[in-house]
């Protein structure tokens, strides 16, 4: 527990919003997105729009994430989380696209499991 945060005042966090971060993390440490791109309110440039599309698509892969909780996750909506998702699905088409989300996704299954 920290040190700075009385015992019993930990904030509460839940398992979809630990996940959520999870996978915020991991991409942003493998695109060399900053973590704050992935969720803010704009669109941003290219690169961390796809960076953003690729979390929303692992959040529901890896953890089986509903439309509306990655949504949340990541300050959109729910038809935007399932384009997003769509994109990439369509991505993987692509060899490194497809090697890198891979990857991704075995990482995560080991980091922080999954419902298979």
Do not use: N
């Not at 996750?73 to 490194?96: C, L, N, V, W």
């Amino acid at each position: 527990m920290c040190k700075w945060v009385p015992a019993g005042q930990m904030p509460e966090v839940s398992v979809v919003c630990q996940r959520a971060l999870l996978v915020q993390i991991a991409v942003a440490e493998v695109t060399g997105v900053r973590l704050t791109a992935l969720c803010a309110g704009v669109r941003g440039d290219a690169r961390s729009a796809f960076a953003r599309q690729m979390a929303m698509y692992l959040c529901r892969l890896v953890f089986d994430m509903s439309l509306g909780d990655i949504a949340v996750a990541f300050g959109r909506d729910r038809s935007t989380a399932g384009h997003a998702i769509r994109r990439i699905e369509e991505a993987r088409e692509q060899p490194e696209i497809d090697r890198c989300a891979s990857w991704l996704e075995a990482a995560l299954r080991r980091a922080g499991g999954s419902y298979d």
